[in-house]
């Protein structure tokens, strides 16, 4: 199915009257019939978008009756909105100021003459600040001067008060906010003189039960006005609108009613799987006008949409996304009514929300089913694998799904694996059990405890089938009894070691805890698992606890921290199995600073060798140094030693030449001969000695490989670990030969050679190369190829090798570097007629001469040189982007070739190894006719010119046997106009 969210963002704006008490006097309204009642006044304040002073605005509608004209009550465009109040968000609103002296205009607008009964005046005010002092702003007046009520309004620590009364003010204890638009409400009985008021954050139809401020008998009077006060000083600051006069509330109130939503769904509990439900929906208008509302109803992804039972017209659904705009008139209801596919799980709670916004109101409502619960049967099986239950008990099996009853479980004939299988678990519940030792010698409390500490919980799925479980018995508490400190000898056991622990309910009883594995350990470091470790047994009880005791046998020399630890989970395939690691003070978590100390003395002497790493080079007539570095440690733990006596044995081939020691050494390095030093000063415990040995690797040695140097220490009375008393160390010796060596050698021979790049990998295939020294060169191939620049020196240790005829340096490869780079190799020039006869096989080689035999370019091809001497082969791979005839070269043409002279079975060949290497040159001759004598006979005439840099001796011109004419043929590097003489 493919689901779709539609995701809305309603505004629910639901009034929530704020009515706080203070109980002085007119008594809870009933609400009764009435007869008809009338609105003797509503002011909105629509007076255009012009602001002003109150008085000129509205047309004589709003008078001053005191102190006209000084800072007159203002007019502003924008008004007061509280949703559903009667004369909310229509017009303007009036503003009362705060500023501007002791004195400013009130002013009252007038209604039908009220004497007797109870009127009600309803205003929206924001008032945005206010003095301590307090002042009322807003009354009811009658002809002449008695105001009657007052609404008043302070500031008390920074929140703002509203009051009532008639000369003076009563008010309230609850806070209100600045800034914030609220409806005030007060009620007068013109008969009695009682008043109350309401204030609100939101209106209400029936009149609140408690007002906010409650005042008997504040004096009788007939209203015909309502009048909006500046006062004095202490006056506040205020915006006041929507202003309503009646004699019920109701009316001055002017409830518009709401837009509201209900949801039900049938069935609604324990609905087949994928059954149908039904869900209806009704959208009710109570307001006194029609209403555009937009419904949407989001289906959850457990059902899906299924067909309408009603519809509303223009309802329409897509993706399981219910939606319809459209009126709903006032004071009637529209229903939505249709069936829906459960497509969800077993125990489903589906929870479907349908929400509306209209112009005032939005809402939602949420429906609710569940669906049957899906059950299954689940076989417990119980594997003790550490024998905690003995030979002969029972095991019960007790949980929430039959009342923690003892339900016992079948035994196999070893009485290690327990099950028992229940039936009709709830799939997606979860259920807490344990697993119980029926046997009566034990106690209740470890009958729960003694195969798992604290309750086990299984969620059950529809594919649980069988829950494997093992013991599962938690450590705790555990502490290293005694000794502090131990001390022994290498190799040899200590004192014995205790240990405590505590399992709930398992080492309780009198006697071993069953099944609890406990061992004693030392080592170095932080991570104790690492340590070594050894086996405890039962000692004794020690109350709750039980006391294991065992030793070490240390076999490393040394201080080293030592601890208990205990496991009851230990059991092979237990996945509970993990070690409570104890120390001296018992409390978690462990700690280094905590554990024993254990001394191991040692009588220990010990050497180390290490040689370079890089490989040594020896070439005819040349050696190579070789530095060694020999360490001597006394790891003897309390015994200094004197004197140390150390021997070595060079590798043929190799001679001693100096040492830094400080102590002369005897011998010649031979097996025969050793060198021998002897150091007479004591080396403390912990305490070392290293000095260098150079030796020379000497032409004498021929064959490439690891030559191995032995050293060996010894003192007197000899040590407790002689293993440790002879160090070895080898360095790689390489011989370097001529190119011209390795090409003469034998295939599979390994060779040492150095030598330049004179092309890299990728040239003619991805894994050639080649080299060349002052020998001659050769073509190297193996993989993965290096990356090697032209110019770059190297040094390469590989096998001989060949194919078809072409020599090569081949895998196995023992060793390459490069050494450093520099200019490229410059190519050897040769006659034509020499590359045939292979004897410049392996040389980059230049020759010049005329072309022929050159065809199309394409592909691999092939062409001939020829300077007069014979043809050179040259073969050209179409890799290396050499396209003569992209140059403009044709067969007679006079040329350069660079390349690799090679040989490909039985052709000797020069190949290429970039555009550059072929250049077409032009030969041109010159002759100088002598027609006026001028050269006598015997002197040489030369040739001069911008292609041989001017020199007067560069080229010699030929004479005829008559010194009348002179000629040389000169080949131009480029086309193009020289000058010479």
Known sequence: ???????????????????????????????????????????????????????????????????????????????????????????????????????????????????????????????????????????LKDAGTNFRPRIWARDHSGVLRFGLGGTSATYSTANFNYNTTYLVVAKYNLTTGDAALYVLDAPVPDEPPTPLV?????????????????????????????????????????????????????????????????????????????????????????????????????????????????????????????????????????????????????????????????????TFVYHDLEDAVLSGETVCLRGDFNSWNCATMNADPDNTVFSLTVSGLTVGQSYQYKYYVNFTALNENSRWDMLNTANRVLTVTSSTGTVHDHRNVVVSWANLQWPPTLQTNINQPTDHVYGRVYIQNVTNPTGEGRGIRAEVGYGTGDNPAAWTWFPMTYNVDNGNNDEFMGVMTPTAGGVFSYAVRFDGNWGPGNPNAGWTYADRDGSPPFSLDQTGVLTVVLYDVAVSKAAPTEPVVVRDGEGALVTYTLTIENRSTITPVAPITLTDVLPEGFVYVSDDSGVAPSGSGTAADPLVWVFSDSLDPSASLSFHLVVSATDALTARGRYT?????????????????????????????????????????????????????????????????????????????????????????????????????????????????????????????????????????????????????????????????????????????????????????????????????????????????????????????????????????????????????????????????????????????????
């Open 1 to 139: 199915m493919n689901r779709k969210l539609l995701t809305l963002t309603l505004s629910l704006l639901l009034g929530l009257a704020a009515v706080v008490a203070v109980a002085l006097g007119i008594a809870a309204p009933q609400r009764t019939a009435q007869a008809q009642s009338t609105l003797l006044l509503e002011e909105n304040f629509d007076y255009g978008d012009t602001p002003g002073n109150l008085t000129a605005v509205s047309n004589g509608n709003w008078v001053a009756h005191s102190a006209t004209g000084t800072v007159p009550v203002q007019y502003v465009p924008t008004g007061l909105s509280m949703p559903k109040y009667g004369s909310s968000g229509i017009g303007g609103a009036a503003t009362i100021t705060s500023a501007g002296g002791s004195s400013a205009e009130d002013v009252n607008r007038s209604f039908e003459n009220q004497t007797s009964g109870i009127v009600y005046l309803a205003a929206l005010v924001n008032v945005t600040n206010a003095s301590s002092g307090g002042d009322y702003f807003l009354h």
């Open 214 to 378: 409650s005042l008997n008998n504040i004096g009788s009077q007939t209203v015909q006005g309502v009048a909006i006060r500046q006062g004095g000083t202490s006056r506040p600051a205020v915006i006041i609108d929507g202003i309503r006069v009646a004699t019920t509330w109701e009316d001055a109130i002017g409830y518009t009613g709401e837009v509201s939503i209900t949801k039900n769904v049938a069935p609604d509990t324990d609905v087949p799987y994928h059954s149908t439900v039904t869900y209806t929906i009704v959208l009710s208008n109570g307001r006194a006008v029609n209403d555009t509302v937009l419904f949407t109803d989001t289906l959850p992804a457990e059902v899906d949409f299924g067909a309408w039972i009603e519809r509303p017209e223009g309802a329409t659904v897509n993706n399981d996304v219910i939606t319809w705009t459209g009126t709903v008139t006032a004071g009637t209801a529209i229903t939505f009514s249709f069936t829906a596919q459960h497509v969800g799980g077993y125990g489903d709670v589906v929870t479907n929300t349908a929400e509306f916004s209209g112009t005032y109101d939005a809402g939602t409502a949420q429906a609710v089913f569940t669906v049957e619960k899906l059950t299954t049967d689940v």
């Open 709 to 981: 140097n032995t050293a060996q220490v010894a003192v007197e009375g000899g040590d407790w670990i002689p293993e440790n008393d002879t160090a070895q160390a080898g360095v790689v010796v390489y011989r370097i030969v001529p190119i011209a060596v390795a090409r003469a050698g034998a295939v599979s021979e390994t060779f040492a050679v150095e030598g330049t790049v004179i092309y890299t990998p990728g040239t003619y295939n991805a894994l050639e190369w080649g080299i060349q020294d002052e020998s001659g060169g050769i073509a190297v191939y193996y993989s993965p190829a290096p990356s090697v620049s032209y110019g770059d020196r190297v040094r390469l240790v590989a096998t001989r090798g060949v194919y078809r005829n072409q020599e090569q340096m081949n895998a196995p490869v023992y060793h390459f570097s490069v050494l450093g780079s520099g200019p490229e190799v410059a190519p050897k020039p040769y006659a034509t007629g020499v590359i045939s006869t292979g004897t410049t096989e392996g040389w980059l080689v230049q020759v010049e001469g005329y072309v022929s035999g050159l065809g199309t370019c394409t592909g691999n091809y092939s062409f001939l040189v020829n300077d007069g001497s014979g043809p050179a082969y040259i073969y050209v791979d179409q890799d290396t982007g050499v396209n003569v005839c992209a140059m403009g070269i044709t067969n007679t043409d006079y040329v350069r070739v660079v390349g690799f002279s090679t040989q490909f079975d039985n052709l000797y060949e020069i190949k290429p190894r970039r555009p550059a290497d072929v250049k077409e040159l032009y030969p041109t001759t010159f002759v100088y006719h002598d027609l006026e004598d001028v050269v006598r006979s015997g002197e040489a005439v030369y040739l001069a010119g911008s292609f041989n840099g001017w020199s007067t001796t560069a080229t010699t011109m030929t004479a005829s046997s008559d010194f009348s004419v002179f000629s040389v043929t000169v080949v131009l590097e480029n086309s193009g106009t020289y000058e010479y003489k």
